[in-house]
């Protein structure tokens, strides 16, 4: 019997949308093992669309990420129709190309984690009778662009996502809502080991220990923070993540600890995200979606130290329920971090209230969700 096929758009723009797309794509084949064929695609970059994915890319890594302030001026100029369809004519020849993949190809279900790849899915399948799933990765927050009325579904993170899909015309019997959950890898809803057996295992001192994640670019002003910790002779263990930053990661091994207490490990991609997690008191970062969620199911409290347009709702979903913090500046981080340090009773309460929530991975809830709508599988399953 032949495999029923699914094609998986996203765009490699850091790990945002490729890492729920790989995420979905394990969980189906553990739970439908040898069933469907699952092509996770990059269609910018896989059918020569260079111009468009170079565009977004330099936007993303060079612009957004070293001038957050610059990226509320594109959302802002962005989220309207006149700019929803100017992208159609953006995208017209990536269109014209994927609906040649398709033909070839022909997938039984198409999922999307980018708007802009839904938007060139949705054009392209016109005719050719495949359902279409649009996955917004933006848990707290539904840009104009991810308003698509041409398709089969759109899954959401939040009552706000939801609501606002539906006034920018998404029909309710297109949409579905997931709360307190995101699209996470199954190693995070793994159980693990007490901090301190996880700190021995990873050869860890036991002390307080801040993980800071610069994102999978490596790519924040996270440099200037643990300088200061340095500076400041605090005693913590800080765990600093540079991800695919080789240059970042040299910076951050020629900073010197002699003379402060404060123990410091750089490490490049790691795939134990979820161990130093579990293993650490404190998490610092952006509100990426992947990051918080991935934070917030450990029940570890979250700093976030910058911001984009796209993610203040998350930062603000956050900080209003008292489950994390925004600190901009080095001193604010300082303030709180010597609060917290006069009164452990902070974390233990913070902590409290994100068990509260429940936070957990949606993966293999959406997964079965997925195929048994879209795909019908028979008894076997």
């Not at 959401?156 to 997931?178: C, D, M, P, W, Y």
Request: net charge positive; aromatic share 8%; proline share 4%.
């Amino acid at each position: 019997m032949q495999k029923r096929r699914i094609l998986i758009a996203m765009l490699e723009i850091g790990d945002g949308h490729k890492s729920p797309a790989n995420a979905l794509k394990k969980s189906i084949e553990k739970l439908y093992p040898k069933k469907y064929e699952i092509t996770i695609l990059d269609l910018a970059q896989e059918l020569g669309s260079k111009i468009f994915f170079n565009a977004y890319h330099t936007c993303w890594t060079k612009i957004g990420l070293n001038l957050p302030e610059s990226m509320h001026i594109i959302y802002t100029l962005t989220n309207n129709k006149i700019a929803q369809r100017a992208e159609r004519i953006l995208l017209l020849n990536l269109i014209n190309k994927t609906k040649k993949y398709l033909i070839k190809q022909k997938p039984d279900l198409l999922i999307s984690t980018h708007y802009s790849m839904t938007h060139v899915l949705s054009r392209a399948r016109r005719k050719l009778k495949i359902p279409l799933i649009s996955i917004n990765t933006d848990p707290f927050d539904s840009h104009q662009l991810w308003a698509r009325k041409d398709v089969d579904k759109v899954i959401t993170f939040s009552n706000r996502a939801h609501t606002q899909l539906l006034r920018k015309g998404v029909k309710e019997n297109k949409l579905k809502i997931i709360k307190n959950s995101y699209i996470l890898d199954h190693k995070h809803s793994l159980p693990t080991q007490n901090k301190q057996k996880l700190r021995k295992k990873l050869q860890l001192t036991n002390q307080p220990t801040i993980l800071m994640s610069a994102g999978a670019e490596g790519v924040s002003n996270l440099k200037l923070f643990v300088k200061k910790i340095i500076q400041n002779n605090l005693d913590y263990q800080i765990i600093f993540i540079c991800a695919r930053n080789k240059k970042l990661k040299k910076e951050i091994e020629r900073i010197s600890t002699k003379k402060s207490k404060t123990n410091l490990l750089v490490l490049g991609y790691v795939e134990n995200m979820h161990e130093l997690i579990a293993a650490s008191d404190l998490v610092l970062g952006k509100p990426g979606a992947s990051q918080t969620f991935e934070v917030l199911s450990k029940n570890k409290p979250i700093i976030y130290t910058s911001c984009m347009i796209n993610e203040f709702p998350t930062l603000k979903f956050v900080t209003k329920n008292k489950i994390g913090w925004y600190t901009p500046t080095t001193k604010k981080f300082l303030q709180l971090l010597n609060k917290i340090g006069g009164n452990p009773e902070i974390l233990i309460k913070i902590q409290e209230q994100i068990k509260n929530f429940k936070f957990r991975s949606c993966t293999p809830d959406l997964a079965k969700y997925i195929i048994k709508t879209f795909l019908k599988p028979t008894q076997e399953f």
